[in-house]
């Protein structure tokens, strides 16, 4: 939107999509088919709603997405000017592969052209693995953030400088926004849509099925983001066996053989919580999984350390936002 003698002028938001070669197909066609609904919808519902330009943009004319098909990319020169750059995510399950694909000369580029778009002060958002891509390019530094919680242990290491906070699915930080894990490219396509109009970002939410879902948590695998560490791998482990007891570091640090300042620098370092937080989130894990077989709140107490139900119960309430009957329901 611009002003011109007092009027107001509402422009068509013009999106280009960073399209580089593997691209993660799920993600970027999640992107194209929100704005291509957002347009339909607008336009059905006589909506005064500017239409959404998309465009895919590169460093080639054409690349190949991860399960090879040919799209054709527009390079996208330093004259034109979105108002927003999308990164989706590269179509890599293991860091390794991700780390190698940070190292290829087109994404290199592609880092390059981020930092030219937020020299000329356009915003850019980031879905899943494509805040990695982001990162590299050092303009997230200082700036709060979030991504896939399956890769946020090698986040965490990579980019300290970055205030990540994996638990959230968005995160707007002033000329950046970024999206959790995979289906997170809905999330961030909606929230652009929101921020040009609330109610059309609602109807595209019912058309696709998509709920209203503010954080990661309840997705997160705890055991998974453990093999990221030897020691909290370790750890893990023996949280697991001792489920039923106190928690104490000390105890657990002489278990494992380390001073217990090494366990909780570990901890943090690398999973941005201490050693009582992820005990007490294989805890819910737990509980949650007896919740679902049925088992009474009591039991499920004694079974994890807590000799009064209450305190599991507000657990699990601050924890999962729910009650046991909330849980209960969800899983049935």
Known sequence: ???????????????????????????LTALLDTFSTANELAQIQGMDVPPFQVQMVGMRKRVKSAHGLTLPVLKLTQQDRPDWVVVPALNTKQPEQLLASLN??????????????ANNNVRIAAACLGTFLLADSGLLNGHAATTTWLMAPLFRQRYPEVLLDEARLIVDSGPYVT?????????????????????????????MLVDDRLSQTPYIIPDYLAHADPLIDRFEKWSRQ????????????????????????RMEAVLGKSPLAFFQDLRVERAKQLIIEGKDIESIAADIGYADASTLLALLRRKTGKGIKELRKRAS
């Open 1 to 27: 939107m611009f002003i011109n003698d007092n009027i107001a002028i509402i422009h068509d938001m013009k999106i280009s999509i960073l399209t580089l070669e593997g691209v993660f197909d799920t993600g």
């Open 104 to 117: 290829r000369p087109d994404v290199r580029e592609a880092q390059r052209f981020l930092q030219n778009m």
């Open 179 to 207: 999206a959790g894990a995979m289906m997170g490219h809905i999330d961030l396509a909606l929230w652009l849509v929101r921020h040009t109009s609330p109610q059309l970002a609602g109807l595209i939410a019912k058309f």
């Open 242 to 265: 001792h489920l039923d007891r106190g928690f104490s570091l000390q105890t657990a640090a002489d278990a494992l053989c380390v001073h217990p300042r090494t366990l909780q620098r």
